[in-house]
């Protein structure tokens, strides 16, 4: 079924030229005038000047950007999470990609928040997912879903700082199936199926953390030396 899929996608993608979110031209899912706007942070220093306020929230070590989510960048989360426009996942996953090579950061396997399944089935696929494996591709690193959220939860957009941390709360945890585990060229100790591993989040849009946050506590409780977070966009 998933080989049909995506045989259809391949024929319609064909029939129906993608049209950039940007400008409106067709041609590539974001036209090369438009593009630059996803790297708009490419050349900024990593991480918090010396002397300021760090709001990375614990337990995550790095918080990483690609752009504002503004613009050309709103409009193409948006069609790609709620207009189907999966071919948006290339250039959101190769932005990711450039800033993560660029910043010197690292990683041994990069892992999608997930939404949550029932959204995920009527959506029929998971926005972070899509841009995850681009940028593992990109990076030469492995993609491994390995969380879900155990249940839903109120979009975050709608909450305060306070009550999106309280929302998501407990609301993931590592696939109890056989799911859990990376891929299994990744060479991993027995103390733990993390055990030693540095774990990058994928995420479309983060604003205050707080779901990333939620995330890497299960990642690190199954062992995780350390868990970095990067993201297209940034709403403050």
């Not at 681009?134 to 939860?153: F, G, H, K, W, Y």
Request: net charge positive; proline share 8%; glycine share 10%.
């Amino acid at each position: 079924m998933r080989t049909l899929g995506r045989l259809a996608n391949q024929v319609l993608d064909a029939a129906l030229p993608a049209r950039c979110p940007g400008c409106g031209a067709e041609g590539p899912p974001l036209c090369a005038a438009c593009a630059p706007a996803l790297d708009a942070r490419l050349d900024l220093p990593a991480g918090i000047a010396i002397g300021l306020p760090s709001d990375v929230p614990a337990p995550l070590l790095q918080l990483e950007w690609c752009a504002p989510f503004t613009g050309v960048v709103r409009t193409a989360l948006h069609e790609l999470k709620y207009s189907g426009e999966q071919r948006l996942a290339g250039p959101l996953g190769a932005a990711i990609a450039r800033r993560w090579r660029q910043v010197g950061a690292g990683g041994d396997v990069l892992v999608p928040v997930p939404v949550h399944a029932d959204r995920r089935r009527r959506r029929g696929y998971d926005q972070a997912e899509l841009i995850a494996r681009v940028a593992a591709a990109d990076l030469n690193l492995p993609c491994a879903s390995i969380l879900e959220r155990t249940r839903a939860t109120i979009a975050q957009f709608d909450l305060d700082r306070a009550a999106r941390a309280v929302n998501v709360t407990g609301a993931f945890r590592l696939k109890i199936d056989g799911g859990a585990a990376p891929p299994e060229h990744i060479d991993r100790p027995p103390a733990g199926p993390l055990a030693g591993r540095w774990i990058v989040l994928i995420d479309d849009v983060v604003t205050t953390g707080a779901s990333l946050a939620a995330c890497a506590v299960p990642l690190i409780e199954a062992g995780a030396v350390g868990v970095s977070a990067i993201t297209v966009a940034r709403e403050r």
